[in-house]
């Protein structure tokens, strides 16, 4: 369980993952429990979660999956005074061994003090119910979830981050709000299978407000797309990532996490 920000009191995103390993293996997919020692997702709907589905074999980061379940969330509310978060699906996706199943959600409300607190992860609560339990860590001392750190050679340390806000679009590009790439970078746009959909000329190192993406084809539907920072890693300032094989170029992290924020992209006719 992480935290965008990790403030006391902060009203963030959190990602929540759990590995499948027990009694849920073979049934279908009906729910996902978040029960908190001490959160409030009160505020929490449908509309606000960014990312839900299944990484295959628990080999992607932990923000990204290869079957999408968006389309089969059926339900997303609060109970037990507004700690407890459940999502409720249509029970169109089947679970394997070893699938980690991932929901990243906005709205949440961190605890008023710092410190860890544990959070219980229920998959299929209703029927073949696999618990497991998570710690949530809140910090007074807030370097967000989102960063990564770089010496800056004069002792002090500067992180990578990216923002991206929910738009509309006439589906030829987005618009990520700032991104920070300390040694340089890109900031590139994938899709929920993980396919690149574009990817911004070279950044020189510090931080970037409204950074265009151009897409190498017009997005068809609205859709959650995800910016993450990448960098700059064989000095030619073109982005080679994934071209013919090629691990140049890849992208930020700070301890294991990607450096990347999802959001919510609208296509308009233009009119």
Sequence with gaps: ????????????????????????????????VLDYEAADVSDV?????????IDRGDD???TTVDVSAADDVSSVSASDDSTTLTVGFGGNYSLQQGDQL????????????????????????????????????????????NSTDSDDGDGEDTCAAVSFSPQTTTGDT??????????????AVHAPDHTTL??????????????????????????????MAHRETNGNETYDHGRCGSEADGHYS????????????SVSDGC
Excluded: K
């Design 254 to 265: 700070c301890d294991g996490e990607v450096v990347a924020e999802s959001a919510e992209v």
């Design 1 to 32: 369980m992480t935290a965008d920000s990790t403030a006391p009191g902060a009203t963030t995103t959190h990602t929540a993952t759990v590995t499948v390993d027990g009694d849920a293996v073979g049934s279908s997919w009906n729910s996902l």
């Design 102 to 145: 991932v929901v990243r959600f906005t709205d949440v409300v961190n605890p008023d003090t710092a410190g860890t607190t544990s959070v219980t992860i229920v998959v299929n609560q209703q029927s073949a119910a696999e618990t497991a339990t998570a710690e949530l860590t809140v910090s007074d001392s807030d370097d967000g979830a």
């Design 174 to 187: 987005v618009v990520v709000d700032s991104v920070t790439v300390p040694d340089g970078g890109y900031v």
């Design 198 to 227: 574009g990817v911004s000329g070279y950044l020189p190192a510090g931080s970037h407000t409204d950074v265009t993406v151009p897409l190498d084809e017009p997005l068809a539907a609205d859709q959650t797309l995800q910016a």
């Design 60 to 62: 992607a980061d932990g």
């Design 45 to 53: 709907g449908a509309e606000d979660v960014q990312t839900v589905g």
